[in-house]
């Protein structure tokens, strides 16, 4: 796991030198801050590297890394799992390597193979940049499901990359603009999905492309993998079935605890990482594993993680986050996420990666299982075929005829109440007022996938109040959910792993592991086991046993089902209750009306206007409030006047201490 940077002058004039290139390792050193390294050639190609040492920790692992002939050149974030196996069949062919690390072997398998043949053999997270010294010729490639982050600019001369925005800031020409269309998408979705990024003119390498340049040419971008095959659904038993994805499983979890350095695994008591638990006891040593839960009780589901670890008998550490807890991490969130990023479940995703940074580098999160196998609650509120009988029946069409009549403000009130706004993710009140609202707003969407639709677009800012805001809000061509081929369930799915699995989850991780210096890694998202679950019928995904059907049918068979069996509840904080207390001040501060009318984006009136329900206990200006608040933190780290360098940006050479955030 490191941080890549680089830039390549096809012009022919050199716009950039090493001292650019320097600049922008430095800027991503937390990444890697165990080496670094920069080779240039001529002023045209600069390929710059921080390496986080965690396979082959000797200097047989320094990046950028040439191949014995000097033909190739590459830096490289991430892991190729399957790397042993790679690296004996090139034995075989006649290769030899004087390191155990999986860099050589990549670059022999180049070498041998060629960019593509080679890429479609890796198992594994990776974002790498190839100079062809005889072609003249830069490759940059990004995993199939995007585990690790590629941006890149272009200004039709120079294309310089990094693992971060903040790389890319780094090289002087670049004049950053916001690009008013990715605006829109964040205050629309929480987060700017690929290919788009903040800025114009930048933007992300698609998971699983691959991006060319030469001498004299422009980008060509082409895709090497999807997850959609021939679109046939495997024919075998249920059991057959189970058996098949336990031992896919097993061997996709045990490849990822491939380290030289110790390793954890990130528990929330929940299906996905009890999974990940119950597969990877089974090697000998009592896992590591590390939870977060919350002093409001309503919030808190340490104690789940703790029954998991009990039964398993792993080495488990708990923490409790409290609201002072997020005050010292939300000064510095613009820094951390260096492109506006909404989701608060970064907060808790930061300290639980601190609390296992105490004790390992690598640790496992068990992501993706939601997007495999059905598993987010908006599916069941979307898409079951209860809530389809029920809005045929008598008592469906008369309770949609009261929701289009009731008088919603006054609802919202008489059913959530004044004390269930600074808890309104568990207040019924909320939740009857919420599906009753829900009901009025779909009751002429003939299909689940019209209402998937609408619940995309509407849990933040959406349609005239996004256009108030900004003064207009184009959205991005990002495709509908009825795009995607197979049923509803399926596409759901489906757009769920291209936007909010790679736009939010994966970046969010990437980003707070990173910030501590160690290693993310998702084994769920082995591209084996994703093609395996998108093969399935979907009524094996999502069946008879909920959501996950066949993942706990696996589970089921090392873990006792009350263990496991409770509502879904995701891992956010307590905000609503936080902005009230400790955050209260960064409110104040960063949404002060003279200072919005200053930069010129949004619309002060708008802004206090959703301040001012907040304040009045309006449970749908939370989310509203909070996506205003984590722009501002970052506008104010990189487009404000000041653009002030975080605190922790002093901790590069100690970065698991972050001694400012205990």
């Known amino acids: 796991m490191c941080g890549i940077t680089g830039f390549f002058t096809a012009a022919g004039a050199p716009e950039l030198d090493a001292g650019s290139l320097a600049t922008a390792v430095e800027s991503i050193r937390r990444r890697g801050p165990d080496d670094e390294g920069m080779w240039t050639a001529n002023g045209e190609v600069g390929l710059g590297h921080a390496r986080l040492a965690i396979i ?10 040439r191949s014995r002939d ?3 050149v590459m830096v490289y974030n991430g892991e190729v799992y399957n790397y042993a196996s790679i690296r004996e069949e090139l034995q075989g062919l006649g290769h030899s390597f004087v390191g155990t690390g999986d860099s050589e072997v990549i670059l022999a398998a180049f070498a041998q193979w060629g960019v593509r043949d080679a890429v479609k053999r890796f198992v594994g997270m990776f974002a790498i940049a190839l100079w062809e010294t005889r072609e003249g010729r830069l490759t940059l490639i990004r995993d199939r499901l995007g585990v690790k982050p590629l941006y890149f600019g272009w200004n039709g001369r120079t294309l310089w990359f990094g693992s971060e925005l903040k790389a890319l800031r780094a090289y002087p020409h670049w004049q950053p603009e916001i690009d008013t269309t990715a605006l829109a998408d964040f205050f629309r979705f929480s987060y700017i999905a690929e290919p788009l990024s903040i800025y114009k003119g930048v933007s992300k390498l698609m998971p699983g492309h691959i991006l060319e340049l030469e001498r004299g040419g422009r980008p060509c971008i082409e895709r090497y993998w999807s997850v959609v095959g021939d679109g046939r659904k495997l024919d075998a038993s249920e059991d057959e079935l189970s058996a098949r994805l336990e031992h896919l499983m097993s061997d996709a979890f045990n490849l990822r605890m491939i380290a030289d350095v110790p390793v954890g695994v990130f528990l929330s008591g929940g299906v996905d990482s009890s999974a990940l638990v119950a597969m990877l006891e089974r090697r000998g040593p009592a896992v590591k594993t590390f939870t977060i839960g919350f002093d409001d009780p309503r919030f808190n589901e340490a104690p789940y993680a703790e029954a998991i670890a009990r039964h398993f008998g792993t080495e488990h550490t708990t923490r409790i986050v409290s609201e002072s807890d997020a005050m010292r991490v939300l000064p510095d969130w613009g820094d951390l996420f260096d492109e506006p990023f909404g989701d608060d479940s970064g907060i808790p995703t930061l300290l639980v990666s601190r609390l296992a940074a105490e004790h390992v580098k690598v640790v496992l999160s068990a992501d993706g299982g939601d997007e495999l196998f059905g598993g987010y609650n908006s599916y069941s509120a979307v898409f079951s075929r209860q809530a389809a009988i029920e809005a045929r029946s008598p008592v469906g069409r008369i309770a949609r005829g009261i929701a289009a009549t009731l008088p919603w403000e006054h609802v919202d009130k008489v059913l959530a109440g004044r004390a269930a706004y600074a808890d309104p993710a568990h207040s019924l009140g909320r939740s009857v007022s919420l599906r009753l609202r829900f009901m009025r707003e779909v009751r002429g969407m003939s299909s689940p996938g019209d209402m998937f639709e609408h619940v995309l677009t509407s849990m933040y800012w959406h349609d005239g109040d996004l256009d108030r805001l900004l003064g207009r809000a184009t959205p991005s061509p990002r495709p509908t959910c009825g795009a995607y081929p197979g049923e509803v369930g399926e596409q759901m799915c489906r757009w769920d792993l291209d936007h909010y699995l790679v736009g939010d989850v994966l970046a969010k991780v990437d980003r707070t592991t990173m910030a501590l210096s160690i290693e993310g890694r998702e084994p769920l998202l082995d591209h084996r086991l ?34 496991i069996e409770r509502p879904k509840k995701g891992f956010s ?13 960064l409110l104040d501060s960063h949404l002060d009306a003279g200072r919005i009318a200053m930069q010129g984006l949004l619309d002060p009136a708008v802004v206090q206007a959703v301040r001012r329900r907040f304040e009045a206990g309006d449970p749908y200006s939370v989310q509203r409030l909070w996506l205003l608040l984590a722009f501002q933190l970052w506008y104010a780290r990189w487009m404000g006047p000041s653009k002030s360098q975080p605190t922790w940006r002093a901790e590069v050479n100690a970065p698991a201490s972050l001694e400012h955030l205990a």
């Open 70 to 72: 000097g033909r190739l």
């Open 56 to 65: 082959d920790l000797t200097a047989h692992g320094h990046q950028p890394m």
């Open 530 to 563: 994703v093609e395996f679950a998108f093969s399935l019928p979907y009524s094996l995904r999502r069946g008879a046993l909920g959501s996950k059907h066949l993942l706990r049918k696996v589970l089921y068979r090392h873990v006792p089902r009350e263990l």
């Open 573 to 585: 904080p307590p905000i609503a209750a936080w902005m009230r207390g400790a955050l209260k001040c």
